[in-house]
Every structure is written in structure tokens, then in C-alpha cells.
């Protein structure tokens, strides 16, 4: 069964300070991973995405990783502001059949002044 | 450029009360549709998914309804609502099934049935 968890299940840190969040999954055959922004009340809006054949992908203050042999992904926040704060939703395109994205639950992240 | 509209952004519902939720794509041709609901503390659930004019595939049994009168319009609807009908309702849209070039998502639509 394709299955993404990801962790922590929320967190709370500091304005100005780092954070990372973990995605673990289990799709297969593995097609890209991306990981989304959703503010609260909205729609989720993609920060990157990345393919099997990539490592480390940028957006801004905003760093994905990708460790495909072991099927996790990491994605870092550095120099939190204020806006950070929401759900990061990292999602899994790959399995069999069509409509194979499988959604993680996602982590909901404060940034405190 | 593509956007996607979704409304309304709230409603507030007696249950046994019927259900119009819609969304519309510009700037395309053609797209995959999707509505997910997502409920508090959980991911996002696939409900239906078209890729045409009147075809709807549902991913789930349950007790909504899904029309695509026209190419870029997609309507998420119910006869009678249930208080487990409450939840965060999004369309969004692909240029393929598999999201190989990921989904754009609407602004979403919060439901609470009362």
C-alpha cells in the first residue's frame, strides 16, 4: 500500500531560527516527490518538486532533499519568518494506475515572534 | 497563465440540505479535474477525478456527486448532507492523471454542516 507519514506531527519554533521537517513513503514505482505550502484556509501551493535522480533542490529559504534508496525526503527552512507559518505537505506521484499522488498528512509549523 | 476558481470559500449547512460546490480552470484545454476533501488532522482524500466532459470517476463511496457540464467547469454536489459531509473541499486540476507536473489547487471551500 503506497503510504507517505511525515513528522514531526507539528512544531513550533522561534522567528529567525531553522527547522526541518521529514517525509517518509513507501510508493512504488517512484515517479517525483513534491512538497507543498498550505496556508490556513487555502489550497496547498507547490515549493518544489524534485525526481529520482535529484538530491537537493532550492526555493529561497526553502531546501528539499531526496534520499531515493532509502525513500525519504527532508525539507529545511532557514531563517524562519512568520509567514513559514502552516502546513507542509509533502506528496508522492508514482504507484500503478492513474491519480497516484498519495498525500502525507502533513506537518503544521508555527513560527513564534 | 492557468487559474482555477473555487467558491464559495465558506458555507455553513443545516444537514439533510443539498450541496453545489463549483470550480472552473482558465487558461487551458482540456484538464484533469480532481476534488479532494481534506478533514481536520488528516491528508488530503481523493473524491472524484475527470478527464473529460462527462466522465467522473469516484474514488470513494459516499454520499456526494460529481458533474463536469463543461471542459474547464467541475461541480461537486449532494442530495442531502450529512454532518460527516463537514470538511475543506478542493478542486484542483493536472495535465495528467498521474501529476507527473503536480496539481494546481483552488483556494478551497469550507463546509460545515449543522
Known amino acids: 500500500k503506497n503510504q507517505v507519514e511525515q513528522s514531526p506531527q507539528s512544531l513550533i519554533i522561534l522567528e529567525g531560527k531553522n527547522c526541518t521537517l521529514q517525509c517518509n513513503y513507501t510508493v512504488s514505482p517512484f515517479s517525483n516527490l513534491r512538497w507543498y505550502k498550505q496556508d490556513t484556509g487555502r489550497g496547498p501551493v507547490s515549493l518544489t518538486i524534485?525526481?529520482?535522480?535529484?538530491n537537493t533542490k532550492s526555493n529561497g529559504r526553502y531546501t528539499a532533499t531526496l534520499d531515493a534508496d532509502t525513500k525519504q525526503s527532508s525539507l529545511h527552512i532557514t531563517a524562519s519568518q512568520l509567514s513559514d507559518s502552516a502546513s507542509y505537505i509533502c506528496v508522492v506521484s508514482g504507484g500503478s494506475g492513474y491519480s497516484t499522488l498519495t498525500f502525507g498528512k502533513g506537518t503544521m509549523l508555527l513560527v513564534s515572534p | 497563465s492557468q487559474t482555477i476558481h473555487q467558491w464559495p470559500a465558506t458555507l455553513v449547512q443545516p444537514v439533510g440540505s443539498p450541496l453545489s460546490l463549483e470550480c472552473t480552470v482558465e487558461g487551458t484545454s482540456n484538464p484533469n479535474l480532481y476534488w479532494y476533501r481534506q478533514a481536520a488532522g488528516r491528508g488530503l482524500q481523493l473524491l472524484f477525478y475527470s478527464v473529460g466532459i462527462g466522465q467522473i470517476s469516484s474514488e470513494v463511496p459516499q454520499n456526494l456527486s460529481a458533474s463536469r457540464p463543461q471542459d474547464r467547469q467541475f461541480i461537486l454536489s449532494s442530495k442531502k448532507l450529512l454532518l460527516s459531509d463537514s470538511g475543506f473541499y478542493l478542486c484542483?486540476?493536472?495535465?495528467?492523471?498521474?501529476?507527473?507536473?503536480?496539481?494546481?489547487f483552488g483556494s478551497g471551500t469550507r463546509l460545515t454542516v449543522v
Open positions: 484542483a486540476w493536472s495535465t495528467d492523471l498521474r501529476g507527473v507536473d503536480g496539481y494546481t
Open positions: 524534485m525526481t529520482f535522480s535529484e
